[in-house]
């Protein structure tokens, strides 16, 4: 009896031996993680975010109080017009000495057959000459001075809409917009609080797949290549696993030593690589979950 107890025992050690070398390696499961950042300052009116929701891309979550900015863009819009209404009327102002312009090179062409007839001297087509001349150089100067009158005005209308734009922009990030799919793992302000241009909101993560990150010794790392299809095991109930399918999309191409939480399967190894590995989740795993890798031989 005591012999076939023994044999028990033995078989039950061999067993756990044989479990503990059962996989290649151990990590703990990780996502890429996002902190999303207030873009504005100001009292945070509406913040529709709390723990474990799942965020859209492009949702807007909430917003910052913007009562203030759209005043300063209604005043610069009244400064718009107000600006542009001193513009001056180029045509209407050329308009009187285009019509004086044209009077007088009919009365120089006059001159110019009353001098063919003999019927006027000179002098007289010398004046009408001369006038016309004169006029066209008020027209040019008039022209230069409306001109530069004009564009100074535009200038100014135009700094005034560049700030009108910024205003725009900050009206625009006044809103807060979910910048990336997934679950909300950590709220950090609240409806009411003042906010800041850069503090944190929110983070977030996509679940919908995770990463394993654990880690091979050198002698495995020949037999580990990227893309490569490995096997992902969790523990499960009754000391049972569960297993996923998971794909090798890093490798790290410098060695570490191994971190004291991390067993590898060669346990006298000192130097280790680290690798990542992708899997579907199903909604059972989680950050900072072990996982246990198998490679495929």
């Given at each position: 009896?005591?012999?076939?107890?023994?044999?028990?025992?033995?078989?039950a050690?061999?067993?756990?031996?044989?479990?503990?070398?059962?996989?290649?390696?151990?990590?703990?499961?990780?996502?890429?993680?996002?902190?999303?950042?207030?873009e504005?300052?100001?009292?945070i009116?509406?913040?529709?975010?709390?723990?474990?929701?799942?965020?859209?891309?492009?949702?807007?979550?909430?917003?910052?109080?913007?009562?203030?900015?759209?005043?300063?863009?209604?005043?610069?819009?009244?400064?718009?017009?107000?600006?542009?209404?001193?513009?001056?009327?180029?045509?209407?102002?050329?308009?009187?000495?285009?019509?004086?312009?044209?009077?007088?090179k009919?009365?120089?062409?006059?001159?110019?057959?009353?001098?063919?007839?003999?019927?006027?001297?000179?002098?007289?087509?010398?004046?009408?000459?001369?006038?016309?001349?004169?006029?066209?150089?008020?027209?040019?100067?008039?022209?230069?001075?409306?001109?530069?009158?004009?564009?100074?005005?535009?200038?100014?209308?135009?700094?005034?809409?560049?700030?009108v734009?910024?205003?725009?922009?900050?009206?625009?990030?006044?809103?807060?917009?979910?910048?990336?799919?997934?679950?909300?793992?950590?709220?950090?302000?609240?409806?009411?609080?003042?906010?800041?241009?850069?503090?944190?909101?929110?983070?977030?993560?996509?679940?919908?797949?995770?990463?394993?990150?654990?880690?091979?010794?050198?002698?495995?790392?020949?037999?580990?290549?990227?893309?490569?299809?490995?096997?992902?095991?969790?523990?499960?109930?009754?000391?049972?696993?569960?297993?996923?399918?998971?794909?090798?999309?890093?490798?790290?191409?410098?060695?570490?030593?191994?971190?004291?939480?991390i067993?590898?399967?060669?346990?006298?190894?000192?130097?280790?690589?680290?690798?990542?590995?992708?899997?579907?989740?199903?909604?059972?795993?989680?950050?900072?979950?072990?996982?246990?890798?198998?490679?495929?031989?």
């Amino acid at each position: 009896m005591k012999k076939t107890a023994f044999i028990i025992i033995a078989a039950a050690a061999i067993s756990c031996s044989d479990n503990k070398n059962e996989f290649d390696a151990t990590g703990t499961f990780e996502a890429v993680e996002t902190i999303i950042p207030a873009e504005a300052g100001g009292i945070i009116k509406e913040l529709k975010v709390e723990e474990g929701n799942v965020l859209k891309e492009n949702q807007v979550v909430g917003y910052i109080d913007t009562i203030q900015l759209s005043l300063k863009r209604d005043q610069l819009l009244a400064q718009i017009k107000a600006t542009q209404s001193k513009k001056p009327d180029i045509n209407s102002q050329l308009d009187v000495y285009r019509e004086e312009l044209k009077q007088a090179k009919l009365d120089q062409q006059r001159m110019q057959n009353l001098v063919k007839a003999d019927a006027a001297t000179r002098k007289q087509l010398d004046d009408a000459m001369t006038k016309v001349s004169v006029i066209q150089k008020q027209i040019t100067a008039l022209q230069i001075q409306l001109n530069i009158s004009t564009t100074g005005i535009d200038d100014e209308t135009q700094t005034l809409k560049v700030q009108v734009s910024q205003i725009k922009d900050q009206l625009a990030k006044s809103k807060i917009v979910n910048k990336t799919n997934g679950t909300v793992l950590t709220k950090y302000a609240e409806a009411g609080e003042m906010a800041a241009i850069g503090k944190p909101l929110y983070k977030i993560a996509d679940l919908s797949t995770i990463i394993l990150r654990a880690y091979i010794t050198g002698d495995q790392l020949p037999s580990v290549k990227l893309n490569d299809n490995v096997k992902v095991f969790t523990d499960a109930a009754d000391k049972t696993y569960k297993e996923y399918s998971g794909v090798v999309e890093w490798i790290s191409d410098k060695a570490e030593f191994t971190p004291k939480t991390i067993q590898t399967k060669d346990e006298r190894a000192n130097l280790v690589y680290a690798v990542k590995v992708r899997v579907k989740n199903d909604g059972y795993l989680k950050i900072g979950m072990y996982g246990e890798i198998k490679l495929l031989k």
